[in-house]
């Protein structure tokens, strides 16, 4: 059993005790990143837990802590520790995890927004570029993918994708993980298990502050799933 905390866009009581929320107090083999939160921090984050593996894609807001310009390291050299999974996969401890990094904005700066053409560019490397490609257990994303109309949608600028909601269709892992879109914005429905008519099963998490579970790569099951107080997980049955 392998356990997986992932976050995102917000802090926690830890690090700033006028915050609602705290971290799990439980070890973390792998700590995933989901955008949008300083260097700072995710150094305190990974002091805390001492993860064998931390890996992150890129929000919005991270734009901020790149004065000289976005450096294309899969290593970080800003958000030092984390290896950066923009559009690609690569697999750890037998997870294999892809990432896909930005908020929708045509026309801004990838990575820290994308656009159609980015998510095509996705697409192809999950189909062409990497033998894991047919078996992926976990994508991070800063968006979330929309399946149906599941999420919420507040505003153009955090829309869910329906373009990634094809890839999640088309690799159904066994677990998605996304931020950028805030409990505060007046949605609760942010966590869903989906079941497909085949049995498939699936979950949708919201990272913000974080999402805890335990993993088995043998079985692609999820357990012990920990949210923030007062986050529902909604059972949704989907078709791919």
Same mark, same amino acid.
């Given at each position: 059993m392998i356990n997986i905390l992932a976050v995102s866009d917000e802090e926690t009581r830890e690090y700033n005790d006028h915050l609602p929320y705290s971290l799990p107090n439980k070890e973390a083999d792998i700590l995933l990143c989901c955008g949008d939160l300083s260097p700072n921090y995710l150094e305190f984050v990974i002091n805390k837990y001492n993860p064998k593996y931390s890996i992150k894609v890129t929000g919005n807001h991270d734009q901020n802590y790149y004065e000289q310009g976005y450096d294309d390291n899969q290593y970080s050299q800003i958000f030092k %520790? #984390? !290896?950066? =999974?923009? $559009?690609? *996969? =690569?697999?750890?401890? +037998? *997870?294999?995890?892809? %990432? #896909?990094? +930005?908020?929708?904005?045509? +026309?801004?700066?990838?990575p820290f927004f994308y656009s159609a053409s980015d998510i095509n560019k996705f697409k192809r490397n999950l189909s062409w570029k990497n033998p894991f490609s047919s078996d992926i257990d976990i994508?991070?994303? &800063?968006n979330a993918p929309q399946i149906g109309n599941l999420v919420e949608e507040i505003d153009a600028f955090h829309a869910p994708s329906e373009e990634l909601g094809e890839v999640y269709k088309k690799y159904f892992p066994a677990v998605w993980l !996304? %931020? &950028? *879109? &805030?409990?505060? !914005? +007046?949605? $609760?429905? =942010?966590? #869903?298990? =989906?079941?497909?008519?085949?049995g498939e099963t699936s979950y949708l998490l919201n990272t913000i502050p974080y999402a805890f579970f335990s993993y088995n790569p043998s079985k692609k099951? *999820?357990?012990n799933i920990e949210l923030p107080p007062q986050r529902k997980i909604y059972p949704e049955n989907v078709s791919r």
């Open positions: %520790g #984390f !290896y950066v =999974l923009n $559009d690609s *996969i =690569l697999e750890k401890q +037998g *997870i294999k995890i892809a %990432g #896909f990094s +930005g908020a929708p904005a045509e +026309g801004r700066e990838w994508i991070i994303s &800063h !996304y %931020g &950028h *879109i &805030h409990r505060r !914005y +007046g949605v $609760d429905k =942010l966590n #869903f298990k =989906l079941k497909t008519p085949e099951d *999820i357990y």
